[in-house]
């Protein structure tokens, strides 16, 4: 039981073996629609990974890719590409569901639609533990009474016999968290956990997110465009641009040394970080391109672009004192300037 | 201009105005590629269309008056002069099943678009009328629909006789209450929409919400289901004729082919036969390409197949 | 702007919705509204802050009579409205607008983007409908002649956002009421629609009443706060006041569980637990005793009423917390490197 730590956990060696390992990566849909565009990333057991990114950058994609959700249309490529030991590119569709559960469990946005509307939650959850053949109805009922009642829900034997529309929108999140964890995944898979919750229930969410890797010891993988989330309960942070991961980093690294201009201007826009009083807020002008247009999607939007930024692909460098900190950037190992936004 | 404001305002021809049309042209281009790749969606649409041009171009194709009594010839075999044979008063059978699918198609397209006319008001007075009406106007429309259809058509033909007025007047009674129910849900359903409620607060009439903005939103299912209930309606018009409650004997009808071949079937089955198979054909039709129809147009159903 | 008068005023505004059941064994009305009070004077920017189920959608919706209010007053340039009719809002309703949580959802789906922004002004028969003053009022939100001849699904949620927006301007509203103007919307996208706001504010002394649960977005642009909780006003002020040193315990949760994009300030436990209670089972006494950590044997039993403090401010809490403590904003806190 340690309090939520700060320190990198890929600081010393030796390394466990990771939970999740992408390399380079990419999702088109059909043939020319590309969504991910080689990204590399690693979880490890126990650890919280966040990715931050607006809208159309490709996180939710990469999400979906690692629980085989993708829309048929979907094709995947990649040099590497394990979840729990097990090869996503190879695994065909029965793999893939094997996979959803034992692996990894998946939280989505709206936990009002993620219920059937016309089944009692116990009769849902009871159905989730149909892997277990051998305990009783009475032991899986036991189990799934602890994991509600671990999660807090107040009186989970009386949630047994309730349907999802008696429950509110924080509530059932908590039950899609004991769901997820009733069938014990190596992963949890977050698709913006708390942005359809008020602030009292995501700073609840977030907290029982938190304690959940301590005592169940699962991985965490968060997509938020929150900054504040992801702050809250990230050991590191990747932050997608485009399809691509642009920057990469410790929690620390990414919030104290933002790196890319991308991500600079992000942090720049942040409401909670601009001082009040400036009345002007900042905006990162246009939109994000289609993935792939340009060598630096970025560089359309970027106020640091150089000549060679359209000339040639930005190197994956390492950046600063901190340890594992990359960035996808031409200026950036030389430029580790103050964020800043532009302001219309 | 006319697109943006419905106030006739001078202006120059646009991007904007002009992209109008080649977009409605696509759209319809894009519906009919999606009836046409389904296998059903395609007979659908072949059959439907058979059977309009059919009813357009009756008397160029019929070779013989359908009226026309030739009791020398009576109960003919199918040959090169007739080729489905003649019935039991000498008339040409071919001839007739032709001239009756420009009966039942006239019965089919007049009584629904009378029904969709009264329907239409009928179901927005009861969804964005007064709420005190909402309740009469309801029991009203269920009270017609669970009279027998077979009792209505009688009573019907009792008051003013049996005649192609009459098969309309039935099948308007007996559509316009599930019509006016359908525009009823729609317009319940829509009125409680954000971009109503939009309205009402901009201050906008009564007659602007109902005609600009309920009334497209709500036309579209309707006609599909319209669309569908062609067949329902050309068998309710053979069924009444071959009642003897609908169109008049000598008329061509699908309903009387069959009506006066059952009296001669022991001798011939050709007569049954030929009214059976167009009245088969032309329900099967209709309901594949109204099906299809649904499918191209749902939005929803449409945002899946192009994800 | 303290000196002029209310250019809205609404005075113990109530909403109930009547129970449902047969006669007789009717179950009571639920009430949504709770006898909230509210004015927006010319130009300023009210902030009406709350959770789900805390009415302020509702009352945002009951002051342009789109919710018939069951009780209480709505004045107009201190002119009362006669009473709660469609006919008595129709001078209001030319005078405001109203922006949805939605902005795809409150256009027509079967209308182009350009007719839609043009309906206030057909409505009103003021102002023109020509295409080139609708190009120019869209430029006004900084969209582009293209955006006018789509559909509204064919927008992405800034540009449908503003595109609202553009409908609400076109007849040049003193109100505009905003039901979570940034929802849905990244941050690289939400600083515009704001400058927005305060650009329109500039020319032409709009008022806005916006309906919201982003308090880091209400720091930037609210004049006076009102919260909200279960219907009720808890705390009303000048947002500097009630932002840096909230008397209310609901106040001072909602402020910390704003997660802060800092990872060295993690909270250890969340700063307030459970959820807000349903109208239909409203607690006694004080409606936030259930959550509050500050709650006393009093709280449960006894309501406190909204009482008036210096400077404009109202708290209705037994114990309030002292005004002096101040937060700091979290900006100033970031970042040593």
Request: proline share 9%.
């Amino acid at each position: 039981m340690k309090p939520p730590s700060l320190e990198p956990p890929s600081a010393e060696p030796p390394l466990p073996a990771p939970v999740l390992d992408m390399r380079h990566v990419s999702v088109s849909y059909g043939a020319h629609v590309p969504a991910v565009l080689g990204v590399d990333l690693t979880i490890r057991p126990r650890e919280i990974v966040g990715i931050i990114g607006e809208s159309g950058s490709g996180k939710s994609t990469l999400a979906h890719s690692v629980l085989g959700l993708l829309p048929k249309t979907a094709r995947m490529s990649g040099t590497r590409f394990n979840l729990a030991g097990t090869d996503i590119l190879k695994a065909d569709r029965t793999a893939l569901a094997a996979l959803r559960g034992p692996a990894a469990a998946m939280i989505f946005q709206n936990p009002m639609t993620a219920f059937s509307p016309i089944h009692t939650l116990g009769r849902q959850l009871t159905d989730l533990l149909w892997r277990d053949r051998d305990p009783s109805g009475a032991q899986k009922r036991a189990r799934i009474v602890a994991a509600l009642a671990e999660v807090g829900i107040p009186d989970p034997v009386g949630r047994l016999d309730a349907f999802p529309f008696q429950l509110s929108g924080g509530m059932l999140q908590r039950v899609a968290i004991a769901a997820a964890l009733l069938m014990q995944p190596a992963l949890l898979i977050a698709d913006e956990p708390t942005t359809a919750l008020d602030v009292t229930m995501e700073a609840q969410i977030l907290h029982l997110m938190r304690s959940l890797r301590e005592r169940a010891g699962v991985s965490i993988l968060i997509i938020s465009h929150h900054l504040g989330v992801i702050a809250e309960i990230c050991d590191r942070v990747a932050v997608m641009y485009a399809g691509r991961i642009v920057e990469e980093g410790t929690v620390e690294a990414i919030f104290r040394a933002p790196r890319h201009p991308y991500t600079q201007a992000l942090f720049a826009c942040e409401p909670a970080l601009v001082p009040t009083g400036m009345r002007r807020l900042p905006v990162i002008a246009g939109e994000v391109p289609r993935p792939g247009a340009s060598l630096c999607d970025f560089a359309s939007r970027c106020a640091v672009k150089a000549a060679r930024c359209v000339e040639q692909a930005p190197p994956w460098t390492r950046s600063g004192e901190f340890p594992g900190h990359h960035v996808r950037c031409h200026g950036s190992a030389l430029s580790g300037s103050p964020p800043s936004g532009r302001t219309p | 201009m006319a697109m943006l404001t419905d106030t006739a305002t001078p202006d120059t021809p646009t991007e904007a105005a002009g992209s109008h049309e080649p977009r409605a042209l696509a759209r319809f281009a894009t519906t009919l590629a999606h009836i046409l790749s389904t296998p059903l969606g395609a007979i659908g649409l072949l059959l439907a269309m058979l059977i309009v041009l059919t009813a357009l171009l009756a008397p160029l194709i019929a070779p013989y008056d359908p009226t026309a009594i030739n009791v020398k010839d009576r109960l003919a075999d199918p040959s090169l002069t007739h080729l489905l044979g003649t019935d039991q008063l000498g008339r040409d059978l071919f001839s007739r099943v032709i001239l009756g699918t420009r009966t039942a198609m006239t019965v089919a397209l007049t009584a629904l678009a009378t029904a969709l006319a009264l329907a239409l008001p009928l179901g927005l007075v009861a969804g964005y009328g007064p709420r005190w009406l909402d309740g009469p106007m309801v029991l009203l429309f269920d009270s017609i629909s669970s009279l027998p259809m077979i009792m209505l058509g009688l009573a019907v033909v009792v008051l003013i006789g049996p005649g192609v007025p009459t098969v309309i007047l039935v099948i308007v009674l007996y559509s316009v209450p599930s019509y006016a129910r359908l525009v009823r849900t729609q317009t319940l359903s829509l009125k409680s929409r954000d971009f109503i409620k939009a309205e009402q607060a901009m201050d906008a009439g009564t007659a602007r919400i109902l005609f600009r903005h309920l009334l497209p939103n709500v036309i579209g299912p309707l006609l599909i289901l319209a669309c569908l209930d062609i067949s329902t309606v050309i068998t309710l018009e053979a069924g009444l004729s071959f009642l003897g409650l609908g169109v008049k004997p000598q008329i061509p009808s699908w309903g009387n082919i069959l009506s006066d071949g059952f009296a001669v079937i022991r001798k011939s089955a050709v007569p049954v036969v030929a009214g059976g198979v167009p009245l088969v054909l032309a329900t099967l039709g209709f309901t594949f390409f109204g099906e299809a129809l649904r499918d191209a147009l749902d939005p929803r159903l449409a945002r899946e197949r192009r994800p | 702007m303290r000196e002029q008068p209310p250019l809205i005023e609404a005075d113990r505004l109530s909403v109930d919705v009547p129970g449902r059941g047969l006669p007789f064994l009717r179950r009571a009305p639920l009430s949504i509204l709770a006898e909230v009070s509210l004015t927006v004077r010319p130009g300023e920017i009210v902030c009406l802050i709350g959770e789900s189920g805390s009415g302020k959608t509702t009352f945002g919706r009951a002051l342009l009579g789109l919710v018939r209010p069951s009780s209480g007053r709505i004045e107009v340039d201190g002119v009362p409205l006669p009473d709660f009719s469609a006919r008595s809002f129709r001078a209001l309703r030319r005078q405001a607008a109203l922006l949805f949580q939605d902005p795809v959802s409150s256009f027509n789906p079967r209308q182009r983007i350009g007719a839609m922004m043009a309906e206030p002004r057909a409505i009103a028969g003021v102002g023109s409908t020509r295409l080139a003053d609708i190009v120019a009022l869209a430029g006004q939100v900084g969209l582009s002649e293209r955006f006018l001849a789509r559909f509204p699904h064919a927008l992405s949620g800034g540009q449908a956002r503003r595109a609202a927006v553009a409908r609400a301007l076109s007849v040049t509203p003193r109100l505009i009421v905003a039901d979570e103007p940034t929802a849905g919307l990244d941050v690289s996208v939400q600083g515009g629609v704001l400058n927005l706001f305060l650009d329109i504010r500039e020319q032409h002394d709009t008022a806005f009443l916006l309906i919201t649960h982003n308090l880091s977005v209400v720091r930037h642009i609210a004049d006076r706060i009102v919260i909200l909780y279960l219907g009720r006003v808890v705390e009303s002020g000048r947002a500097d006041d009630v932002l840096r040193a909230p008397r209310h315990p609901y106040t001072r949760a909602l402020l910390d569980s704003e997660p802060v994009p800092d990872p060295t300030r993690r909270r250890a436990e969340p700063p307030v637990i459970g959820e807000v209670p349903s109208i239909a089972r409203r607690p006694a006494g004080c409606e936030f005793h259930t959550r509050c950590p500050r709650a006393q044997p009093r709280c449960r039993s006894e309501a406190p009423v909204l009482a008036d403090e210096a400077g404009g401010r109202q708290v209705a809490c037994h114990f309030p917390l002292p005004g002096a403590v101040s937060i700091p904003a979290p900006g100033r806190r970031m970042a040593k490197s």
